[in-house]
């Protein structure tokens, strides 16, 4: 257990999320080196350990408190159903927990799997799912490689994690149900020890900063003066627009936060309104 103030975050070691949790550790601020096979680094810069972990382990360490703070897919979290805080939803890994059958396997709803036979590696979150439903289908537990199940007639069909959908063309298997939409997690233990737990809200913080920080880019153009009031409204990111007057009287530079997702369709409109040598670079973090 952690007691000196010092605090342990437990990533992935080696899989899916561990490129994007490291890269999130860094532009926390946390400095440590990823050597091939390491298990444990310290961070040079604070007072934190980073350990990797396969990502079945890290819930419960957590819950025990061997680790402060763990990144693992909600998939997990919803499985295990360890007492822990989910503090943070981290918009990488994204995924779905889907029941999937044979394409011509002539199901078409939920309640034709009523007596069939489901093959997953997450058997609690299907139990869960399917009392709700009120389906009576008998699970079928398997560690990986379940989309081979039903060719193989130990199941009827499968439930598990589909990104692309490749696996299940693959196997011959189409969607009939998604069971959850699933994605990275931050979480941490529920009582962390008191001198800890500073060190972690000012992480989390850091962590809500770069999350929001993706959300927008900065946006840095010419216009008219005169078309200051047109371009305001397309401009709600932020509380308002910086304005600039140019030597060239008559013009002004906008300076602005603009939301990723709308960006193409607000920068056309800019356009159409006069803006000229539009520049926009990517920000890093964000603290309202
Ligand atoms: O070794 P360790 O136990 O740590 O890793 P792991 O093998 O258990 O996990 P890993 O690295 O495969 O996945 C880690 C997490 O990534 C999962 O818990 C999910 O939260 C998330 N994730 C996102 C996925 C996928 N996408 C995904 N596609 N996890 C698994 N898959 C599987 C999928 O089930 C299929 O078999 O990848 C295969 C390809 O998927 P398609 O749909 O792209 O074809
Ligand atoms: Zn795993």
């Not at 850091?206 to 880019?217: D, F, I, L, P």
């Not at 003066?225 to 030597?247: E, F, H, R, W």
């Not at 936060?257 to 369709?265: D, G, P, Q």
Request: include cysteine; glycine fraction near 6%; aromatic fraction near 6%.
């Amino acid at each position: 257990m952690q007691s000196n103030g010092k605090i342990r975050i437990a990533i992935q070691k080696s899989g899916r999320l561990s490129e994007e949790s490291i890269s999130l550790l860094g532009q926390m601020g946390l400095r440590f080196e990823t050597y091939q096979d390491r298990l444990f680094a310290p961070c040079r810069n604070m007072p934190i350990d980073v350990l990797f972990l396969r990502d079945d382990d890290i819930p419960e360490y957590v819950r025990d408190g061997v680790a402060d703070l763990g990144i693992v897919g909600s998939n997990v979290l919803d499985e295990r159903m360890v007492r822990v805080e989910r503090l943070l939803p981290l918009d990488f890994g994204f995924c779905s927990l889907c029941l999937a059958v044979p394409e011509r396997g002539g199901y078409e709803s939920l309640g034709d799997l009523d007596g069939k036979r489901i093959a997953t590696s997450y058997p609690e979150t299907l139990r869960r799912f399917l009392l709700e439903r009120r389906v009576d289908s008998e699970i079928v537990v398997l560690g990986g490689c379940v989309e081979i199940a039903p060719a193989l007639k130990i199941a009827d069909a499968i439930c598990d994690l589909v990104s692309t959908g490749s696996a299940l063309r693959t196997h011959g298997l189409t969607i009939l149900e998604t069971v959850a939409r699933c994605q990275a997690v931050l979480f941490g233990r529920q009582d962390p020890p008191e001198e800890s737990r500073r060190l972690i809200q000012r992480l989390l913080l850091r962590a809500q900063a770069v999350q929001e920080a993706r959300k927008y880019r900065y946006v840095m153009f010419n216009a008219p003066a005169d078309a200051v009031d047109s371009m305001k409204n397309l401009l709600p990111g932020c509380k308002s627009p910086t304005i600039v007057p140019l030597a060239d009287p008559g013009f002004i530079a906008v300076h602005a936060m603009v939301i990723e997702e709308t960006f193409w369709e607000v920068v056309e409109k800019l356009r159409d309104c006069g803006a000229s040598d539009i520049l926009v670079a990517p920000v890093e973090k964000f603290m309202r």
